[in-house]
């Protein structure tokens, strides 16, 4: 399907010209150099010995330059005319250009004819011009090329019927607006070979043929619509008392609240939120970085990705993204966090493909410490099921040994546990398809890998307090010796400490 053969075309018409005047010259010279040479020895005298002729070069000559005495390709006459001519008249008239549009769009087909007429032509200059040549075009060996071509140009021009969808949301007003249906279109296949050889058999290779398309139309009115689009998928977390923490959820919440997917579109979360910085009013709260307890700015907005990250599963998608954290947070069980990080270039993400046939939108929102979001959608699962996730521990991680911290206003010799550290652990997660409470099906998700966190512990090893005793002019009285009472303190990690809330 080139444009540009024709111009090919005429460029090596250009150049065959070019070539047989070269043929011609070369051969006229060859001719005046093989009479000269007879003609100096005839002058010497030598009569007994002559260079003799090469066979077809001067015949050669004499049959470019003849005309076809009678010869034609279907309904084109090339009689009278060179072999040179009656290639040109050959490109002129069955140049190929046979294209096929439909709204604007046209497609240069494949040339069907083009080793048709090389044959031709290689049999023109193969045989004498005395001779008649009759020649035709085989039309019928096109129709299968053409029909392969048709079924290639449904594949790209048909369109399913769409029905009535949710197109965006309006914030301020909280109402829904939704897109008219769309009527769908199928190429008329066997009406597009049948024009296409009507065009050849007519000798019309430049011909632009118009496909036609049967309508379809939509499965769901507007109003239709409306009824259908429910929440496919919510879930609900509890936030802190904290107010920085709580500015940047809410800014979260605010930045997906009423994001539209479109079938085939991908949610990522840090696109729609962007980079989480104080410029845009995010405040410094409690986040991991590296495995350290920072603030800055954002902490917190990894509880607004993992509500979420359950809202997408219990409507029946699947992530494309979705990472565990570090240190398995306290707002939802181990195994089923998302966290998020971004620099404004790259980062964690929690990302999802909209795979339904039609638009959903992302509802969130923060209402005193209730962080509640939800997907928006016709349903597309089996009336009646559920999906949730389920995790389960596969192993701990080895304890980590206590962190010890001098403290010398704790009795000498004594120790205080100040944090009880955590085990660290990897969780394996399921999505488990229910009906009512009866399980259909699991498919593993994913697996989390947590880090453990050593105990704290405070003692004093090294301040000890000599006690004097005042000089008395009578022996005191004996008093029982009295020491400080100690208690032995366990090592090691014990119940999981709350956690501030990384990134979280």
């Known amino acids: 399907m080139d444009k540009n053969r024709a111009r090919r075309n005429r460029a090596r018409r250009r150049n065959r010209s070019i070539g047989y005047g070269v043929v011609i010259l070369t051969a006229l010279s060859a001719v005046w150099l093989l009479y000269t040479n007879v003609s100096k020895g005839s002058q010497t005298g030598s009569g007994s010995h002559t260079e003799e002729t090469k066979p077809g070069t001067s015949e050669q000559v004499l049959d470019l330059r003849k005309k076809l005495k009678s010869a034609r390709i279907g ?7 060179t072999i040179e001519e009656a290639e040109d008249t050959i490109d002129e008239r069955y140049q190929w250009e046979l ?16 080793s048709q007429i090389k044959a031709i032509k290689k049999k023109l200059e193969e045989t004498s011009p005395e001779e008649t040549q009759e020649y035709e075009i085989d039309y019928e060996a096109m129709k299968e090329p053409f029909t392969k071509q048709a079924e290639e140009l449904a594949n790209k021009w048909n369109q399913s019927p769409m029905g009535a969808q949710l197109e965006s949301f309006n914030k301020e007003t909280g109402a829904y607006q939704y897109t008219p249906g769309k009527n769908g279109r199928t190429l008329d296949q066997a009406k597009l070979v049948e024009q296409l050889m009507d065009a050849v058999k007519a000798d ?34 509890t936030t802190t ?31 729609t939120t962007g980079n989480r910085t104080k410029e845009k009013g995010y405040q410094p709260a409690g986040a991991y970085r590296n495995g350290i307890l920072i603030e800055e700015p954002g902490g917190g907005v990894c509880q607004v990705s993992t509500t979420l990250y359950h809202a997408i599963i219990e409507s029946g998608f699947k992530t494309t993204e979705r990472n565990s954290h570090s240190f398995a947070p306290s707002y939802v069980e181990k195994g089923q966090d998302a966290m998020v990080s971004f620099d404004g270039y790259a980062g964690p993400d929690l990302k999802f493909k909209n795979t ?62 100040v944090d009880q550290g955590s085990l660290g652990g990897v969780y394996r997660s399921f999505r488990v398809f229910k009906k009512g409470d009866t399980v259909i099906k699991e498919e593993p998700l994913h697996n989390s890998t947590y880090k453990g966190k050593p105990a704290v512990i405070q003692r004093n090893t090294t301040h000890k307090v000599e006690e004097t005793v005042p000089e008395t002019t009578h022996a005191p009285e004996t008093q029982p010796e009295t020491q400080p009472e100690t208690t032995e303190i366990p090592h090691g990690p014990g119940a999981a400490l709350t956690e501030a809330q990384e990134n979280q």
């Open 75 to 81: 309904n084109t006459n090339l009689s009278g005319l």
């Open 99 to 114: 294209t096929v549009s439909a709204d604007g769009d046209s497609v240069l087909l494949d040339n069907l004819i083009d």
């Open 204 to 237: 019309n290779y430049q011909a632009e043929v118009k496909a036609e398309f049967a309508q379809t139309p939509p499965d769901r009115s507007e109003a239709q619509a409306k009824e259908l689009y429910k929440v496919i998928g919510t879930f609900t977390t």
């Open 241 to 271: 008392d904290n107010k920085n923490r709580n500015k940047n959820i809410s800014l979260a919440v605010d930045a997906i609240n009423g994001v539209v997917l479109k079938p085939g579109e991908e949610f990522s979360f840090n696109n």
């Open 356 to 417: 339904s046939k039609n638009s959903v939108v992302v509802r969130a929102s923060l209402e005193g410490k209730k962080l509640k979001i939800s997907v928006v959608g016709i349903p597309f699962l089996e009336d009646g099921q559920k999906v949730t996730i389920r995790s389960e521990k596969v192993r701990d991680s080895a304890p980590l040994p206590p962190t010890y911290e001098e403290n010398i206003a704790l009795p000498f010799g004594t120790e205080k546990i």
